[in-house]
């Protein structure tokens, strides 16, 4: 297992959308895949999890009906598709994946489990 990698992230106005890709190698269908973020000064916060094999989801509810985070098995690539973008959401936007074979996992444990393997980050900047 080797450490994810963002892309797709950058500057958008307030309603807009973004689209951020996190891309691993190995197992990854067999990974809990995390998305989260950070604004400066403040915490990290978890937005979205997808669960393992079939990709059970889970969404803060800062989130929840904006964002949708889906999987790519055969392209090893978790996206997270963010619309209705608001100034909130600037931050830095990380991914990272945790191994879970050969237990299948649902998005609601991945959402609250402890991560492996972190992402650099891509930033997110949404401007009123």
């Known amino acids: 297992q080797v450490q994810p990698v963002e892309s797709g992230g950058g500057s958008v106005q307030a309603g807009g959308s973004l689209r951020l890709s996190c891309s691993a190698s190995g197992y990854f269908s067999s990974d809990c895949v995390g998305w989260f973020r950070q604004a400066p000064g403040k915490e990290r916060e978890t937005i979205a999890a997808?669960?393992?094999?079939?990709?059970?989801?889970y969404y803060a509810d800062s989130v929840k009906g904006r964002f949708t985070i889906s999987r790519d098995n055969a392209k090893n690539t978790v996206t997270l598709q963010m619309n209705s973008l608001n100034p909130e959401d600037t931050a830095m936007y990380y991914c990272a994946t945790k191994i879970s074979a050969p237990i299948v996992r649902s998005g609601r444990y991945c959402f609250t489990a402890r991560y492996d393997y972190w992402g650099q980050g891509t930033q997110v900047t949404v401007s009123s």
């Open positions: 997808i669960g393992t094999r079939g990709g059970s989801t």
